[in-house]
């Protein structure tokens, strides 16, 4: 079954209560403008079963205003642990933090450091 409206709406939607059961495997098309914070793990609070998240946001927004908006004041290590974050639905454990740093900090010497 493919749900499409705002993160809030679909939280929010007394009718949508059929799709809470853990048989009801989901697509999610979510239309903010900006991609809220941790929608995955937001969605499945609610609906266990989403398999499939995509962002189409209505409007004039370009995905490169959206991703630039959403990265604006960041690190590089808040980038990719929000990142890991939003795939996975939870934070990158204390083992995979400095991996991340590390990849960050390769990237900015240019280097491969394979």
Do not use: K, Y
Request: no cysteine; hydrophobic share 40%.
């Amino acid at each position: 079954m493919r749900l499409r409206g705002t993160l809030e709406d679909l939280l929010a939607d007394a009718a949508l209560a059929e799709h809470e059961a853990e048989d009801a495997w989901l697509e999610v098309v979510l239309t903010d403008p900006l991609l809220p914070a941790r929608p995955m793990e937001r969605l499945r609070a609610r609906f266990p079963q989403v398999l499939v998240l995509q962002h189409a946001p209505e409007g004039e927004l370009s995905p490169a205003t959206v991703a630039r908006d959403r990265i604006r004041g960041r690190t590089d290590l808040q980038v990719l642990e929000a990142f890991v974050t939003d795939v996975r639905g939870e934070a990158p454990t204390g083992d995979e933090v400095p991996l991340l740093q590390g990849a960050a900090e390769s990237v900015h010497r240019g280097g491969d450091d394979g």
